[in-house]
T-cell receptor, first 114, second 113 residues
Framework: SQTIHQWPATLVQPVGSPLSLECTVE??????LYWYRQAAGRGLQLLFY??????ISSEVPQNLSASRPQDRQFILSSKKLLLSDSGFYLC?????????????FGPGTRLLVL | KQEVTQIPAALSVPEGENLVLNCSFT??????LQWFRQDPGKGLTSLLL???SQREQTSGRLNASLDKSSGRSTLYIAASQPGDSATYLC????????????WGAGTKLIIKP
């Protein structure tokens, strides 16, 4: 069976500091990977998705970036955090083909930028 | 542009009641619709996935229906329990954006013992 891990669970960072959130998937190969952000009281916003190693697509222009250095590892980064980056960040994976998959979510990272 | 709306934003009912959560979407060109559950401060758990060709899916006390032509889905919860308290989100996989789930803002459900 597959499992998905995210860390850290919570993070408090000052404005202007760097960010690195990590997501790993176990028990499968070549999953589609996603980073979402959920602002308080709002729906999920897709930030990045990846269909393979080194392949990253960005949905929303921002000061965040994503990388996929290994098949089952997805990293969300920022060089300088903004106050507006605060939120709940969720990583997800999908297994089936385009248009048919369901997505499975990690436990999330709560980020507070002060 | 596909938009997903969930009404009500919050719902509080006594334990044991049957209840219905609503989800509507503006564009019927979807591959599928999913219902998720999110507990406070936690990730999302997929509850039910309905393909565009299907009318409903059932899992235990949960039943989800899909009326693509009218742009509506409902999540029916039978014999509600306090453990059902959570935020329920629906999302559609739109045909014009292969990877992007379009999300509703969710319905926060509280089941009172």
């Amino acid at each position: 069976s597959q499992t998905i891990h995210q860390w850290p669970a919570t993070l408090v960072q000052p404005v202007g500091s760097p960010l690195s959130l990590e997501c790993t998937v176990e028990g499968t190969s070549n999953p589609n990977l996603y980073w979402y952000r959920q602002a308080a009281g709002r729906g999920l916003q897709l930030l990045f998705y990846s269909v393979g190693i080194g392949q990253i697509s960005s949905e929303v222009p921002q000061n965040l970036s994503a990388s996929r250095p290994q098949d089952r590892q997805f990293i969300l980064s920022s060089k300088k955090l903004l106050l507006s980056d605060s939120g709940f960040y969720l990583c997800a994976y999908g297994l089936a083909g385009v248009g048919q998959e369901t997505q499975y979510f990690g436990p999330g990272t709560r980020l507070l930028v002060l | 542009k596909q938009e997903v709306t969930q009404i009500p934003a919050a719902l509080s009912v006594p334990e044991g009641e049957n209840l219905v959560l609503n989800c509507s979407f503006t564009d019927s060109a979807i591959y599928n619709l999913q219902w998720f559950r999110q507990d406070p401060g936690k990730g999302l758990t997929s509850l039910l996935l309905i393909q565009s060709s299907q009318r409903e899916q059932t899992s235990g006390r949960l039943n989800a229906s899909l009326d693509k032509s009218s742009g509506r889905s409902t999540l029916y919860i039978a014999a509600s329990q306090p453990g059902d308290s959570a935020t329920y989100l629906c999302a559609v996989l739109h045909m014009d954006s292969n990877y992007q789930l379009i999300w509703g803002a969710g319905t926060k459900l509280i089941i009172k013992p």
